[in-house]
């Protein structure tokens, strides 16, 4: 009986030792020889990975960084820009009270409470350094801040470089000038520690462009900013089936493939069900056009030309309004203050959108209701109503005395565009300590390994609040660079 016991116990323990094989296929195992070295490596060169590498470059560590795309910039270059800060300067000009504890409160509640409150705290209290430290290396915002899409509050910094290309470009000299190593095209394959649950992290092993192995070594850490995986379907469905078939806004290389990495050597994730979208290209479409960023200068109207939520809620609550929408779009309308008030990219995308019907604009609102194929009379009345709302200084249809109504839509030409929803972010992901350390499922450190950014979860909670993506990968990239560094 016992002999016959053992033998099953062997069996369970070999198909699990199979399983685990299987889906860990890394050679879990350093090799003979290193192909390069650093003190660091970062894995992605978006706005989290460069931010920790030029931080540890700055506490004197030899830094590499291995980007899979061709090009680098992640998700970041292609944000809408928008960096949260509580800045007495800045909103002090514009009559806007704010600090950290406020911007606080908004997060930790905006997420339903679901964040880790430590990580939030530190994640506000350094707000304005990451914006002044940005400014160190040349980065130049706009005087005024204002209340992006989503944000809840007058408080986010936009560069005067469109989108997020003035983070990414002022980023790379400054990696430059400190002397930090990118290579593109290489895409990490494994994360190698000592053990596959056990011991140091000592670097990971990419492929470059021509399919050869490179085995890069950590001298000191590893850390991930690969991003989230807003563009695996599979993934996100795995986690909210109705995220499969929608668009995203992401880059194709938001597939999670690091995140998943790093779990086969022991990272947990947290949050995964947490997925945000936005207003994006509608199902069925290809081309995103955004006339959404001021909360102040748009409203949303549904088919009937009527509008259907409000337009500074959370995101999660525009998310759910769109999607119960007949056909899951709406229309984001602006007028030509409006229009003007974006960014070039976004002005020279709906000027694209005028081509492929993604987009429409018009000198009279009737006209423009025609374009659109709603209901003119409908159409013509919400935006009266709600130009009255704005000298009344109270938005009665959704109950709104205090929301942001500082302009009409009254200036022609007019514009609007489809309002889908799009993937946007993916707020789960590996579970870190306040100095950025990947967690086991016990909640142990996994020495030398760090990770900031999107492939991080718990900062956000159930829900992200507009321009705290910019805020989060730059404070704890910072954060992880700084403490890669001083590992010994």
């Given at each position: 009986?016992?002999s016959?016991?053992g033998?099953?116990?062997?069996a369970i323990?070999?198909v699990?030792?199979f ?12 090799p003979k020889k290193?192909d390069?070295?650093?003190?660091v ?6 706005g ?7 931080t ?5 560590a ?5 980007e ?15 960096l949260?800060a509580?800045d007495p300067?800045?909103q002090g ?15 930790i509640?905006a ?7 430590e990580k ?7 707000g ?7 400014e ?7 005087d005024?801040v204002?209340q992006?899409?989503?944000s809840?509050?007058?408080r986010?910094?936009?560069p005067v ?5 003035g ?9 430059d000038k400190?002397?930090?190593?990118t ?18 992290v000592?670097g990971?092993?990419a ?15 590893v850390?991930l900013?690969a991003?989230?995986?807003g563009?695996?379907?599979e993934?996100r469905?795995?986690h909210?089936?109705r995220m ?14 690091v995140?998943?990495?790093a ?9 995964m ?13 290809k081309?995103?056009?955004?006339l ?7 409203i949303?109207?549904?088919k009937?030309?009527k ?5 500074d ?12 929408l ?9 007028d ?8 070039v ?9 005028l081509e ?24 013509v009345?919400?935006v ?14 959704f109950?709104?005395?205090k ?14 565009c ?18 950025t ?8 450190v996994?020495?030398a ?13 159930a829900n992200?609040?507009?321009?705290n ?6 404070v ?10 001083a590992?010994?």
């Amino acid at each position: 009986m016992k002999s016959r016991f053992g033998r099953v116990l062997f069996a369970i323990c070999a198909v699990a030792v199979f399983a685990i094989a299987a889906a860990s296929p890394g050679e879990c195992a350093p090799p003979k020889k290193w192909d390069r070295s650093a003190d660091v490596v970062v894995v992605g060169a978006g706005g989290a990975g460069l931010a920790a590498a030029v931080t540890a470059a700055e506490k004197k560590a030899s830094v590499i960084v291995l980007e899979k795309m061709p090009t680098i910039g992640g998700n970041t270059i292609i944000s809408g820009g928008g960096l949260n800060a509580a800045d007495p300067e800045r909103q002090g000009r514009q009559g806007i009270k704010d600090s950290p504890e406020h911007h606080f409160n908004q997060t930790i509640a905006a997420g339903d409470f679901r964040a880790d409150p430590e990580k939030v705290k530190i994640m506000t209290a350094q707000g304005l350094d990451a914006v002044k430290w940005l400014e160190s290396y040349g980065l130049e915002f706009k005087d005024n801040v204002f209340q992006i899409y989503g944000s809840l509050y007058p408080r986010s910094h936009n560069p005067v470089l469109p989108k997020g290309t003035g983070y990414i470009k002022t980023l790379k000299a400054a990696a430059d000038k400190h002397g930090v190593k990118t290579f593109t095209e290489m895409k990490v394959e494994e994360i190698i520690r000592e053990k596959q649950l056990d011991g140091r992290v000592l670097g990971v092993r990419a492929t470059d462009k021509a399919g050869k192995t490179v085995y890069v070594q950590a001298k000191k850490a590893v850390v991930l900013a690969a991003g989230g995986f807003g563009a695996n379907k599979e993934l996100r469905a795995l986690h909210d089936p109705r995220m499969r078939e929608l668009t995203t806004t992401n880059a194709p290389h938001a597939t999670g493939e690091v995140l998943l990495q790093a779990m086969d050597i022991g990272g947990y994730p947290v949050g995964m069900d947490h997925i945000q979208c936005n207003p994006g290209a509608p199902p069925g479409r290809k081309l995103r056009v955004i006339l959404h960023i001021d909360v102040a200068r748009y409203i949303m109207v549904d088919k009937q030309g009527k509008r259907f939520v409000a337009e500074d809620e959370r995101r999660d609550v525009i998310r759910e309004a769109i999607l119960n929408l007949p056909g899951q779009s709406g229309f984001s309308v602006v007028d030509e203050d409006g229009y003007q008030n974006h960014d070039v990219i976004w002005r020279d995308t709906a000027v694209k959108g005028l081509e492929t019907g993604d987009a429409f604009k018009a000198d009279t609102l009737e006209e423009l209701a025609k374009k659109m194929g709603v209901p003119a009379d409908a159409f013509v009345e919400t935006v009266k109503k709600y130009n009255a709302f704005v000298d009344a200084q109270n938005d009665a249809d959704f109950g709104k005395k205090k929301r942001n109504l500082t302009h009409k839509i009254v200036k022609p030409p007019f514009w609007s565009c489809l309002a889908g929803m799009s993937v946007h972010h993916t707020m789960g992901g590996l579970n870190i300590n306040t100095k950025t350390q990947v967690l086991d499922r016990g909640g142990k450190v996994i020495p030398a390994l760090y990770a900031a950014g999107e492939i991080t979860g718990g900062i956000h909670g159930a829900n992200r609040v507009g321009g705290n993506a910019i805020l989060d990968i730059m404070v704890f990239g910072r954060i992880a660079g700084a403490n890669a560094a001083a590992e010994k």
